[in-house]
């Protein structure tokens, strides 16, 4: 069964540097986003991403978060400047097509530890 | 912002027997729910979804309920198995986004 596919599955960084997470969708979904838990709370939206454009995104999404489409496999996540705040799981998903009936898929994600 | 709410943190049930987790949602333009499953070190997998015109869709073990006149829904899953012991999550469907609830950890013991 294709799956989301998600690297690496852990990132340390020092707080201050830039990071890029990348992620896999599966290969005919058109729509693509990101989430984020911090640990013990919920998943939580960050952004989704349709036709290489941002079609929404949440409060947290500041300025200091981008995403990418670079070629016809990949989807990033970039973290400019990394704050102790951005530790957290971080999870790819995509889903085939605008109808909204549709589930999200997600990948295993990335752990992301900021010092 | 406490759209989609889990009640229950966990849960614990007997092999064999009913396993219900409960959601309830306050926003009424909501019109798709799904639940997902989520073992540690791993993402949500999506097990099962329903639609607002809907009151009950079944897959196998698992059933959603949904009534949308006390903005709540229910997954039961009979029976339950040990295998199943994972946190779930109710999630929304709002346009370009889920929105999830806190998950309810589900424990089934032989």
């Known amino acids: 069964e294709p799956e989301v596919t998600q690297t690496p599955s852990h990132q340390v960084t020092q707080m201050g540097q830039e990071v890029i997470l990348r992620c896999v969708p599966i290969s005919n979904h058109l729509y693509f986003y990101w989430y984020r838990q911090i640990l013990g709370q919920k998943v939580e939206f960050l952004v989704s991403?349709?036709?290489?454009?941002?079609?929404?995104k949440s409060e947290i999404f500041d300025d200091q978060f981008s995403v990418e489409r670079p070629d016809g496999s990949n989807f990033t996540l970039k973290i400019r400047s990394t704050k102790l705040e951005d530790s957290a799981m971080y999870f790819c998903?995509?889903?085939?097509?605008?109808?909204?009936?549709?589930?999200?898929?997600f990948g295993d994600g990335t752990r992301l530890s900021i010092l | 912002d406490q759209q989609v709410k889990q009640n229950s943190p966990s849960l614990s049930v007997q092999e064999g027997r009913i396993s219900i987790l409960n959601c309830d949602y306050t926003?009424?333009?909501?019109?798709?729910f799904l639940w997902y499953k989520k073992y540690p070190a791993e993402g949500p997998t999506f097990l099962i979804s329903?639609?607002?015109?809907?009151d009950k869709n079944e897959d196998g073990r698992f059933t959603v309920f949904l009534n949308k006149s006390a903005k709540h829904l229910s997954l039961h899953i009979v029976p339950s198995q040990p295998g199943d012991s994972a946190v779930y999550f109710c999630?929304?469907?709002?346009?370009?986004?889920?929105?999830f609830g806190t998950g309810t950890r589900l424990q089934v013991f032989p």
């Open positions: 991403f349709y036709n290489n454009e941002i079609s929404e």
């Open positions: 926003n009424s333009m909501f019109d798709y």
């Open positions: 329903i639609s607002s015109i809907k």
């Open positions: 998903a995509s889903k085939v097509d605008r109808g909204i009936n549709q589930p999200q898929h």
């Open positions: 999630a929304a469907s709002a346009l370009y986004k889920l929105i």
